[in-house]
């Protein structure tokens, strides 16, 4: 598999990951409110969309199917983003990304199919992803987020194996305020920008 985007594309693709509940949607949500394009995750979307349809395509009902149509969902992301990202030029913060996948899959104790891996070799992001990491004070579980602390901590540090495997340099988010975050990523964003 060979991905059509330039590198350009891959350049201004920026990932936010890490274990759940650290805070990485309210950062990409707040990047978002500042006029910056962004995607929506993957998993919550898919739970949301499966629970309202009586779906089977559940983290807790079927784990290889869930991340299937979590994998669609990250390929649409992708093409999107290329197509439309707003501004033009500018960056778009991805709120996880395909290498996700294979993370989760890792975490479920599954195989890894090798059409996931081809995915996560052709579609490439900024060299550079941001990782919130397990922040036990603000950690809740919710309808989507069922995960314990210990699988959430867990789920982090495979994110990170992950990403490195591929490539990346995971950077981990500092455990801060919301808008320190933001100040963070743009000036780390700004700087990679200017050095191109």
């Known amino acids: 598999m060979s991905s059509s985007f330039t590198p350009a594309h891959r350049d201004r693709f920026v990932v936010v990951t890490g274990g759940p509940g650290a805070g990485k949607s309210t950062l990409i949500g707040r990047l978002a409110a500042a006029g910056y394009a962004r995607t929506?995750?993957?998993?919550?979307?898919?739970?949301?969309?499966?629970?309202?349809?009586?779906?089977?395509?559940?983290?807790?009902?079927?784990?290889?199917?869930?991340?299937?149509?979590?994998?669609?969902?990250?390929?649409?992301?992708?093409?999107?983003?290329?197509?439309?990202g707003t501004p033009p030029g500018g960056p778009v913060f991805f709120d996880r990304g395909v290498p996700d996948i294979v993370g989760y899959l890792r975490?479920?104790?599954?195989?890894?199919?090798?059409?996931?891996?081809?995915?996560?070799?052709a579609h490439r992001y900024h060299r550079r992803v941001f990782v919130a990491p397990f922040w036990p004070e603000i950690y809740a579980r919710d309808a989507e987020r069922k995960q314990s602390p210990a699988e959430a901590e867990r789920t982090c540090l495979v994110m990170i194996e992950t990403y490195a495997e591929y490539g990346y340099e995971p950077v981990e988010l500092e455990r801060a305020p919301v808008e320190d975050r933001v100040r963070s990523v743009l000036r780390s964003v700004e700087a990679d920008r200017k050095s191109a």
């Not at 739970?47 to 979590?70: H, K, V």
């Not at 890894?112 to 081809?118: E, F, K, L």
Request: glycine letters at 12%; proline letters at 7%.
């Open 40 to 84: 929506e995750e993957a998993g919550r979307g898919v739970i949301r969309d499966q629970a309202a349809i009586g779906g089977r395509g559940l983290p807790w009902t079927d784990p290889a199917l869930f991340a299937e149509l979590m994998l669609g969902w990250e390929l649409r992301s992708y093409r999107l983003a290329a197509a439309h």
């Open 107 to 121: 975490l479920q104790g599954l195989p890894v199919p090798d059409h996931v891996h081809a995915a996560a070799r």
